[in-house]
C-alpha cells in the first residue's frame, strides 16, 4: 500500500512540474556589442609611417618577435583589449637585395603556416588612394588568423600586418568579430601614408 502511495505522490509532483509549455531554443553564440566606428590618427615622430585607428583600440610598441629583439622601433601591436585581438604589425626597410625575400615571407606566413587549416586563401592586389600598393590576404577556416596583409613601395618600406585573437581558432563564433576588425584593417590600410 505505501509503494502505491509513493507513486501515486510522485505521478501527482510530475505532473504539477509541467505546468508551462515547452519552449525550443536555438544553438546560437553569444550576441556580441560593437562600438561605433570611430578612428584617431597614429602620426608619432620618428615613424615611417601614418595611419587612422580605431579609438577602441590601444597601440603598444612591440619588443619581441618570438623571443627575440625586433629588427627596428617601428614594430606596434593595435590592441583591442575588450575582443582579445589584436593587430600585429611589422615594418622592415626594404634594402638591395632584400624585397623578394620580404614578399616570400609575407606570403609563406599566409599561405604555407595557414595552409593545413585554412578551407580557403585569398589574396588581392590593392592601390589605396593615397597610392599605396600591398597584398590583402583572406584566410577562411579554422586558422590563427584571418586577415593579412603588406603594404610596400619597394624601394624603401615594406610593411607587414595580421589580425590574431587570443582564442582557439573557430570561424563560426570568431567570423562577425573578425568582418567587424576587417573594415578597421581596411580603413587603416587606405589612410595610409608613408613619410
Known sequence: MRVLHFIFFLAIVSASACN???TFKKRGYFKIDFPEKQYRLFDQPGYPYSFEYPVYANIIKDSLFFDSKVDNDWWIN??????????????KKVGK?????????AFQMSYKQHT????EINDSLMRTPNGIEGIYFTLKGNTATANQFFLTD?????????????????????SVVNDFFKQDML??????KWK
Open 20 to 22: 508551462s509549455p515547452y
Open 187 to 192: 580603413h587603416l590600410i587606405n589612410t595610409f
Open 97 to 105: 637585395n632584400n624585397f623578394d625575400s620580404l614578399v616570400n615571407d
Open 154 to 174: 619597394s624601394v624603401k618600406n615594406f610593411l607587414r600586418g595580421a589580425l590574431y585573437f587570443a582564442a582557439t581558432p573557430n570561424s563560426d563564433s570568431l
Open 116 to 119: 593545413y587549416k585554412a578551407s
Open 78 to 91: 593595435i590592441d583591442f583589449p575588450s575582443y582579445n585581438g589584436r593587430i600585429h604589425i611589422s615594418y
